[in-house]
């Protein structure tokens, strides 16, 4: 015996399921949408009804996120592209002398390279301060050395002076 | 964030709200949004019972009818459980609030011409 649900056209049966309650159709057509804003089907149907709003508008926050990123990705390749070119411009030079060699293309990506940069910066300024102290701590010591043999009835200014 | 109704009857606390699914069981059984939004006081004791489907839902339909009996101001009850019901589709029809700065602000500006009086000396 033949099923003759399974004849029906595309969209028809949809439409049969469809509820003929009006709330019921409402939250089923909302369903799947809410879903693709990250809420589970037990959230959507069990949970607290205000959840919604705030799953709708974390999604919108996401989608300005990855806006953002897409963006940069695709500045950050664009350079890469442009930085790329720019080195093999010598060799496609017309008159180019012969020998002529593109420039060398990083070794590294931009990220790395200014991380890098940036922790030695960082080292550099603890090794300049550590210096910079011990030239302090030597300078107070010599001083203090000298005011106390001046006190001490040691060698008077003038022959610490002319020397 | 869900409006909730807490009550006790003989020795037991009950919370009261509604999820969506409660509703479409609500709607099954004959409950009807528009009849309910223009006159609030049919189908009460339905609308009642809807609200224990998500905590209590083995809760005996004599209790839950005992319970309705015995609420007072069955006007405001009524009312509360309207707004509940209205919440579950609002909160997935409305916008949620933007800060964005640039969002467009609109006011009206009165242009009608304004007659001078003329005051006699």
Not at chain 1, 23 to 50: A, N, Q, S
Not at chain 1, 83 to 96: K, L
Not at chain 1, 134 to 151: E, L, M, P, S
């Amino acid at each position: 015996m033949e099923d003759s649900r399974l004849d029906s056209k595309e969209g028809e049966q949809d439409e049969r399921v469809e509820s003929d309650f009006p709330l019921t159709r409402l939250f089923e057509k909302l369903c799947p949408i809410y879903m693709v804003y990250g809420m589970t089907y037990d959230e959507f149907w069990h949970g607290d009804v205000y959840r919604a709003l705030f799953y709708k508008k974390a999604y919108r926050e996401r989608m300005r996120i990855q806006g953002e990123l897409n963006d940069y990705n695709f500045w950050l390749q664009g350079m890469y592209f442009y930085e790329a070119v720019c080195d093999a411009s010598p060799i496609y030079h017309a008159f180019a002398k012969k020998g002529t060699k593109p420039l060398p293309y990083p070794d590294e990506p931009y990220g790395v390279k200014h991380k890098r940069e940036k922790e030695m910066t960082e080292q550099d300024i603890k090794n300049g301060r550590l210096i910079a102290q011990v030239q302090f701590d030597n300078w107070f010591r010599a001083t203090k050395n000298h005011f106390d043999n001046i006190g001490k009835g040691g060698k008077n200014e003038t022959e610490i002076d002319n020397k | 964030m869900n409006t909730k109704i807490e009550l006790e009857y003989e020795g037991q606390n009950y919370t009261l709200e509604y999820d969506r699914d409660g509703i479409r069981m609500l709607e099954s059984r004959g409950f009807k949004l528009e009849e309910f939004l223009q006159k609030p006081m049919t189908n009460t004791e339905l609308v009642f019972q809807g609200a224990f489907l998500k905590n209590h839902p083995n809760t005996k339909l004599t209790t839950i009818d005992e319970i309705f009996k015995e609420c007072p101001d069955k006007a405001g009850l009524m009312s509360t459980l309207n707004k509940m019901i209205t919440d579950s589709y609002n909160s997935l029809l409305s916008e949620p609030e933007d800060d964005d700065p640039k969002k467009v602000q609109w006011k009206t500006v009165d242009l009608t011409p304004k007659k001078e009086s003329k005051t006699k000396e």
